[in-house]
């Protein structure tokens, strides 16, 4: 017989499994929506932070997708959508999801973004939730990289592992900007620094996607400002299942601050020389960043 707590382990192993399949078949779902609408004429809808954040309509009809079947298939779950859409949970477990990570991407048809979905237990905070399980969809190239807490991460059926650690100067790493012109420039400062100590630095406009690259093997490294927490929930588990770390700035909890992600020496490497930069500021402390945005 299985002790009670072996089997408080197996009900959650197979709980984690179901999430991280109903993921699948809606980042499927929402991927088919977003082929399909980008084969017309995209126009933006409305912006956010600033005139260059925008947001086109098929962002929102995927996130009213996402939203409905979660209805239908998990009805008590909560739900925080990067276009607006919310919903309290009544049972501990939230679904953070990034209709379009990359829009400006998708927007002038670079055939790189991603749906985004995780399913969070607890407070449904960056630093604060347990991301149980993840999925980063890329629909035009039909990349499915997914993972669910305790069971690996995958890229399709193949299990990744991520890479070994090169020297520093050898090592790819991935960032991206802030919508805000202020942060923009303080970024620009801390990378002007670190690009010369890498291989060399991507820049590719999708977090989702970083995150699983780094998980894959693809990109060595990934540190990134002033995210939003559908950017990187998936992306998350994604990472640490492959052996990976995911960490915040200085003290601070991975998220909106910043976040790193990769192999754990190489991460410790980056954190000092951040530091040495003093590229781990608040972000409060640093004059016209946009809180708001």
Same mark, same amino acid.
């Given at each position: ?23 699948? +078949? ?8 977003? *082929?399909?609408?980008? /084969? ?5 809808? #409305? ?7 925008? *947001? ?30 919310? &919903?309290? @949970? ?6 953070? *999801? ?6 400006? #991407? ?14 969070? @237990?607890?407070? %449904? ?16 190239? &039909?990349?499915?990289?997914? /993972? ?17 650690? %090169? ?13 805000? +012109?202020?942060?923009?420039?303080? +970024? ?21 996607? $970083? ?39 200085? $003290?601070? %909890? ?16 980056? +954190? ?22």
């Amino acid at each position: 017989w299985l002790s009670l707590r072996g089997f408080e382990s197996l009900t959650r192993h197979k709980m984690v499994a179901e999430m991280k399949n109903i993921a699948i +078949q809606l980042a499927r779902e929402a991927g088919e929506l977003i *082929v399909a609408g980008r /084969a017309g004429d995209v126009e933006v809808a #409305n912006t956010k932070s600033s005139s260059v954040d925008i *947001v086109t309509a098929v962002d929102k009809a995927s996130e009213e997708l996402l939203f409905s079947r979660l209805e239908e298939l998990r009805p008590g779950d909560g739900f925080l959508g990067e276009e607006g859409r919310t &919903k309290e @949970s009544t049972t501990g477990i939230t679904w953070v *999801v990034d209709p379009i990570d990359g829009t400006v #991407n998708f927007f002038y048809n670079i055939p790189h973004y991603a749906v985004s979905i995780a399913a969070v @237990s607890g407070d %449904p905070t960056p630093g604060s939730w347990q991301v149980e399980a993840g999925v980063v969809y890329n629909p035009v190239s &039909k990349e499915m990289f997914s /993972a669910a807490r305790g069971g690996g991460s995958f890229l399709g059926d193949t299990k990744l592992q991520i890479s070994s650690p %090169p020297t520093l100067n050898q090592a790819l790493l991935a960032t991206g900007f802030s919508y805000s +012109q202020a942060m923009r420039k303080e +970024q620009a400062r801390v990378m002007l620094e670190l690009l010369p100590q890498f291989r060399d630095i991507r820049r590719q406009g999708t977090a989702s996607l $970083d995150l699983a690259y780094v998980a894959s093997g693809r990109i060595d490294l990934y540190f990134e400002r002033t995210l939003m927490p559908w950017d990187h929930a998936a992306g998350e588990v994604i990472v640490t299942e492959a052996g990976g770390v995911i960490e915040g700035l200085a $003290d601070m %909890p991975p998220g909106r601050e910043g976040i790193l992600a990769g192999h754990p020496d190489l991460v410790a490497l980056l +954190q000092q020389k951040i530091r040495l930069l003093e590229g781990d500021r608040p972000l409060a402390e640093i004059p016209g960043w946009g809180l708001d945005s």
